[in-house]
């Protein structure tokens, strides 16, 4: 398991950081909005940079060349057409990364998983309720024992599925026996 795991929860607009197993929640309503604004900036920033990161290996693989051997101007067409392209998609509402490739979508909320599960729902329709209510609202349900319950057992799955996946990258598909 990463020493350092990132989550975001769009529906509850929250972040949270596991350090060492730790969880560490962050509500970004409790920011201020010039602060908020910033993070939004430095954000689309980041992942408009993230577009044009592979490229140049990419354009020296199809070209046959070694990565020191392509020029700033041949990357540069590329770059910005993986820019615009990063930008229309973004202006459509798809999150994912260019061509499908790397980033995922962000999760789907908490809030929104657990509301189908117990209401019997499917999720797009749990997610379209959430999204129709204001923080307030959301906070109250989020606080109620049957909804931590279920964000507590998603989690627990979530945490599960990460474990066996490191484990199988890592060869190990036998339980942990301290006499081993």
């Excluded at 430095?42 to 046959?64: E, P």
């Excluded at 657990?114 to 499917?122: E, F, G, T």
Aim: proline share 3%; glycine share 6%.
């Amino acid at each position: 398991m990463a020493f350092i795991d990132k989550e975001y929860d769009v529906d509850a607009r929250s972040s949270t950081i596991t350090i060492g197993g730790e969880a560490q929640d962050f509500d970004t309503s409790e920011l201020p909005e010039d602060i908020r604004t910033t993070l939004m900036l430095h954000g689309l920033n980041q992942k408009l940079g993230d577009a044009c990161a592979s490229i140049k290996g990419a354009l020296a693989k199809a070209l046959g060349k070694e990565t020191k051997d392509i020029s700033d101007d041949e990357v540069k067409p590329k770059a910005v057409e993986a820019v615009k392209e990063l930008w229309a998609q973004l202006v459509r509402g798809d999150w994912r990364a260019a061509k499908g490739e790397g980033e995922a979508k962000p999760r789907i909320g908490e809030v929104a998983l657990a509301i189908s599960r117990l209401q019997s729902i499917p999720v797009d329709q749990a997610q379209t309720l959430v999204a129709s209510v204001d923080k307030e609202k959301l906070a109250k349900w989020r606080a109620h024992p049957q909804m931590k319950l279920a964000i507590a057992q998603i989690r627990q799955e979530k945490a599960q599925a990460k474990l066996a996946a490191e484990m199988a990258k890592a060869g190990q598909v036998e339980a942990f026996n301290p006499n081993a």
